[in-house]
């Protein structure tokens, strides 16, 4: 029946709408562009008329009154791109100018929060440091963190996921230990709290601590409270390689047993032995959504993924909370035993087999507040040549530091190719917005994943048509975070569009200099005002918190600041 009220309702909007934008002015007018619509249908041309912040009429519309008048010129116009995985909204109020990283690839909604999230927060968790991005951690709830944004005003869309490992930390700590009942059932309450709050689903980072120390059962158990608010269950699983389709097996029994839809974070195959398993892992997939169990996944572009350094020890080791074990890494007979476990065992997620054993396949992209900025850029086997010591000895010297995050070339183009061509794959960029001015470096991916996508394997390559690129980029992700009123270009949607020439869309990021915008996307649109304008950016900060709500099984609205 909700379903059934909803549809009616935005027919009479769309009615409504039309009816009106007969004779009154519009706000924006689009003209002379060739739509994309993100629904995967042929380009056709078009105008777009726009009022209050959504489209109220697509045709000939030249002729039209409207206060603001943008000229397509043939180029195309789509829906704004969706970023499935945006790790933290916190840039966006603590450096305003980080949002510069998404918008120039055209990116207009992001999704923040993987095992952990900006809420909730007690007195352990509001003294991390390292989870602030500088700003002073002074909420505990997502109601709390929510009010604070709306103060500051944000220039994208965002919606929040609790991680289940923020609420493990909150709980249990840093340490592994299974909850008592009394403790899983307070962490039940959080997630509960979270989704009343807005969260759109719980969502777990299962390699790192302490995340790699919950159980399927406690995760199902937490995925049980979103289900109860018709949320969605999210991850970046226990294996991305070896064990990569036991990985995904645990994420559809999740799934069936918490009975809601799943989605896989970044889908790859990771170590050049398992690259074939990635035709397995969408065959899962695929046979899995065929007997009707609703599961997706994303990818980013790039043959190198991003994770912490300190991920290339086995996670057991952080136990006792990491920075007990970080203060031991200075013990010799302890780096040697450290050094043994690496090169020899497999039955976790050895990163530093999955690179062929060489640290020059590992890649600093990031050394934190402490660390030394002219490591950037170097692999681990350059820094050791660098300071004139071995290769281990530098690895550890750099994990016990702390904060610096690598990139290892792990994937092939292959993988990469074929996973998008599946139908059930968006993308994401799998890194927070990024102020150029105020951080030593990045993973490229922060900068270029979605001009990426259209550059590389669109034009270039002709992986998939544009069509399916775009579907990709908006209604898919659109659809899979049940924001049905965003991600396709229609009568009643919201008005979060691009205007951009595909062949000149390009990815500039590199890992010698990855501090570098996208080009090619002309203008962007959010909720119905100019982001950018022919390149400019217009210092709007139109961008809402998409909250969910119990109700929004078929619908999504955001609060306006």
Not at 6 to 27: E, K, M, S
Not at 229 to 256: C, F, K, P
Not at 376 to 403: N, P
């Amino acid at each position: 029946m909700r379903r059934m009220m909803f549809a009616a309702g935005l027919v009479l909007l769309v009615f409504v709408a039309r009816g009106a934008g007969q004779t009154d002015a519009l706000d924006l007018l689009i003209v002379g562009g060739r739509i994309v619509d993100g629904a995967g249908n042929p380009w056709f041309r078009a105008d777009v008329g726009i009022r209050g912040g959504r489209i109220v009429d697509i045709g000939q519309l030249a002729s039209r009154p409207a206060r603001q008048r943008v000229d397509a010129r043939d180029r195309i116009v789509s829906p704004g791109f969706i970023d499935m995985m945006a790790g933290s909204s916190v840039p966006l109020v603590a450096d305003p100018p980080s949002a510069e990283s998404k918008l120039r690839q055209g990116i207009t909604t992001i999704l923040v929060g993987e095992g952990g999230s900006v809420a909730p927060q007690n007195e352990r968790t509001m003294r991390r440091p390292d989870d602030d991005d500088g700003l002073p951690i002074t909420w505990r709830t997502f109601a709390e963190y929510f009010k604070l944004v709306e103060l500051k005003r944000i220039a994208l869309n965002v919606v929040h996921n609790v991680g289940a490992a923020q609420v493990r930390r909150v709980v249990v700590g840093d340490e592994n230990q299974r909850p008592t009942s009394a403790q899983l059932d307070e962490m039940r309450r959080l997630v509960a709290q979270a989704m009343q709050d807005g969260a759109v689903g719980v969502s777990s980072a299962l390699i790192y601590p302490p995340g790699t120390y919950a159980t399927t059962e406690e995760l199902i158990e937490l995925a049980k409270v979103a289900a109860q608010y018709h949320g969605i269950y999210l991850t970046h699983m226990r294996n991305e390689s070896g064990g990569v389709l036991d990985a995904i097996r645990e994420t559809i029994r999740i799934g069936e047993e918490a009975h809601l839809p799943v989605h896989i974070y970044h889908l790859k195959a990771a170590g050049q032995a398992n690259w074939r398993l990635m035709t397995d892992a969408l065959a899962l997939i695929a046979d899995t959504r065929a007997r009707g169990v609703d599961i997706t996944a994303d990818i980013y572009p790039y043959i190198r993924n991003g994770i912490g350094l300190g991920s290339f020890l086995n996670p057991r080791h952080y136990a006792r909370g990491t920075a007990p074990f970080l203060q031991t890494l200075g013990d010799a007979a302890l780096r040697r035993e450290l050094r043994r476990e690496v090169e020899t065992t497999s039955d976790w997620e050895n990163w530093y087999q999955h690179v062929g054993r060489d640290w020059d396949n590992v890649l600093i992209t990031s050394v934190g507040a402490r660390g030394n900025k002219e490591f950037v850029g170097l692999s681990v086997k350059q820094v050791a040549q660098k300071r004139g010591i071995d290769e281990w000895d530098a690895f550890f010297d750099l994990v016990q530091g702390g904060g610096i995050g690598v990139a290892p070339k792990s994937m092939n183009e292959d993988q990469k190719r074929e996973a998008l061509r599946a139908p059930f794959i968006s993308v994401d960029t799998d890194s927070a917005p990024t102020n150029p001015a105020s951080v030593p470096s990045a993973h490229p991916r922060a900068f270029g994943t979605f001009a990426r996508i259209i550059q590389q394997y669109v034009i270039e390559e002709h992986v998939i048509p544009l069509e399916e690129a775009v579907r990709k980029m908006t209604s898919l992700p659109a659809n899979r975070l049940m924001l049905h009123d965003r991600g396709r270009i229609a009568l009643g949607m919201s008005a979060d569009l691009l205007v951009y020439d595909p062949r000149q869309v390009k990815d500039t990021a590199t890992y010698a200099k990855p501090l570098s915008f996208a080009t090619g996307i002309d203008c962007v649109v959010i909720n119905g005002e100019l982001v950018i304008d022919e390149g400019k950016t217009t210092g709007a900060k139109p961008g809402i918190l998409l909250r969910h709500t119990p109700s929004q099984k078929s619908s999504s609205r955001g609060s306006t600041p």
